[in-house]
């Protein structure tokens, strides 16, 4: 279990920005998260990277952004499809990774490893994750090789969006997604069986969208999720080579050219913070006003599964 100074629990006010005792918890609990995955990783080889904000906060403050709550990683294609296969087999209990591969029900095309199912406030869940009740947990996210040309980057990127689209239409609107099934086969040059869960064959379907030209020379790759949208192109040789950067009160691996990363990833000036929360912050309200809602049934917490497909 990783050791905390005592006060490092407290409200805190930093760049301006006032971070709850809470939040504290949650990133101390998402460390140790981390700290599993870390040695789950070196046992067997797999090399992860610090990504996105995770990587900023490593460089710009040494742990966490203070307005971000939560931790990204990324592996290149074939250490995520490797991490993918062994990790619910070895992971300790309560610790499990959710992907396309691990339930019919998820549906994002990158993958996330928690600390439980369920809420609780348990005194063992309370003491292992230093007072964190919630499911917590780092986003992993793929890094694919884009094509060198330019079309083909398009067309790419284009079935790419199309089968996002559908992934998520199925959730409320399968029915058109059953319906537009003979262009999306047309579209992807494969057949989806009509008895089988569609979003899951969407998903992997997307999955293999994203690996077409992992088998090429190509200088460039990128996270496929969000470079349909902000175009983010990553040289594949500023992640030959791991360094570790200090984080918080542990160690983080970055790629050995970080600095360029940071620049593709953001901008020229990501060293100047913006003090801008990101996404739905605090990520937890949502897992609070669920247990709210639980509560006022008449439920337990550790009746409370958050959603997060």
């Not at 087999?89 to 990774?97: D, M, R």
Request: net charge negative; proline share 6%; aromatic share 12%.
């Amino acid at each position: 279990m990783l050791q905390f100074p005592k006060n490092y629990f407290q409200d805190e006010t930093v760049d301006g920005f006032h971070i709850e005792a809470m939040m504290k918890c949650a990133w101390a609990a998402q460390l140790e998260v981390l700290e599993v995955l870390r040695e789950l990783c070196a046992k067997h080889n797999i090399t992860y990277f610090a990504d996105w904000g995770t990587l900023l906060g490593a460089v710009r403050h040494q742990g966490f952004i203070p307005w971000d709550d939560d931790i990204d990683i990324c592996m290149l294609r074939p250490d995520y499809e490797r991490f993918l296969a062994i990790a619910n087999q070895e992971l300790p209990e309560p610790f499990h990774v959710h992907s396309e591969y691990s339930s019919n029900l998820y549906e994002q095309p990158f993958a996330v490893m928690v600390n439980a199912q369920t809420i609780s406030y348990s005194p063992e869940r309370l003491q292992q994750f230093h007072g964190c009740p919630y499911v917590v947990g780092p986003d992993i996210f793929p890094l694919d090789v884009l094509p060198q040309d330019k079309e083909a980057e398009e067309q790419q990127c284009k079935l790419y969006i199309t089968l996002l689209a559908n992934v998520q239409n199925c959730r409320n609107h399968l029915d058109k997604v059953m319906a537009d099934l003979p262009e999306l086969e047309q579209m992807c040059g494969m057949r989806f069986d009509r008895d089988k869960d569609i979003k899951n064959q969407l998903l992997r379907a997307l999955t293999s969208v994203s690996c077409l030209y992992n088998d090429t020379d190509s200088p460039y790759m990128t996270h496929m999720t969000y470079h349909v949208g902000r175009r983010r192109y990553l040289r594949r040789e500023w992640y030959r080579e791991v360094i570790w950067l200090p984080f918080e009160n542990v160690s983080i691996p970055a790629p050995i050219d970080y600095q360029e990363a940071l620049t593709a990833l953001f901008n020229a000036d990501y060293m100047i913070p913006d003090r801008q929360p990101g996404h739905e912050y605090p990520f937890y309200q949502k897992q609070y006003n669920m247990l709210v809602e639980a509560l006022v049934a008449g439920r337990m917490a550790d009746s409370v599964t958050p959603d997060l497909f």
